[in-house]
């Protein structure tokens, strides 16, 4: 049962929730896995969480929280790139997070707090609210859909991608494929190489974009 020097309290249910999510994936969460995680009866989770879509909505604000804020009067580029690497940097903790997260129709304070700071950082820094909603959409985008690719990546090491590289090559006629095997032998094979470093070009890009943007308007 629980201890009585540790009483059951919401962010306790909630961070244990999380640490099963990111252990075992979201779908392996449930309300009894939980009690037992806790020494307690499912039945007593219900003091804390209404049900499983409350459980859910708590473990999304409480990740939130982890994504740095754009501080206010910072300038707006500058504070999008540490909001992306930031945002990257939790969905990498919390890979559950990429799937529930844009599902959920009840956000919390702190996504509301998230949310509200992003808006307000564009939007004082001379984007139209229509020009906002786009940027906010595009660079949301790219950071979710790279930290996803990142993670189906089948390999997590320079070692591991260099072993998947060289099996791929092993097996392809390399006079079918030049241009493959060009890229692959001299730049991702090479010393140092690191698919994450791919994320700061292709956000660069996408902030010098909203910048030409702004200008045009």
């Known amino acids: 049962m629980a201890s009585r020097s540790k009483p059951l309290t919401r962010e306790r249910v909630l961070r244990e929730a999380t640490t099963i999510a990111d252990k075992h994936g979201i ?3 449930s309300m009894r896995k939980l009690g037992q995680k806790l020494g307690v009866e499912a039945m007593s989770l219900y003091n804390h969480v209404a049900n499983k879509d409350d459980l859910l909505d708590g473990l999304v604000d409480l990740v939130v929280a982890e994504i740095e804020l754009p501080k206010k009067g910072s300038n707006w580029k500058e504070a999008m790139r540490i909001r992306a690497h930031s945002a990257r940097e939790m969905f990498l903790r919390h890979p559950w997070a990429l799937i529930v997260m844009e599902s959920r129709k009840n956000p919390g304070p702190n996504s509301m707090r998230y949310y509200d700071a992003v808006i307000g950082c564009l939007n ?3 984007f139209s609210i229509a020009l906002t909603a786009h940027a906010f959409a595009a660079l949301d985008s790219y950071i979710y859909g ?8 089948p390999f997590k090491t320079s070692s591991e991608l260099t072993e998947v590289a060289t099996n791929i090559l092993q097996q392809m006629p390399a006079d079918e494929y030049p241009h493959f095997v060009k890229l692959t032998t001299e730049h991702v094979m090479k010393p140092g ?14 902030l010098d974009g909203l910048e030409r943007c702004l200008k045009r308007r």
């Open 146 to 153: 790279f930290a996803l690719q990142e993670m189906k990546l």
């Open 27 to 29: 779908e392996s969460l």
């Open 193 to 206: 190489y690191s698919f994450a470093d791919e994320f700061e070009f292709g956000l660069e890009l996408m």
């Open 124 to 126: 004082e820094g001379g």
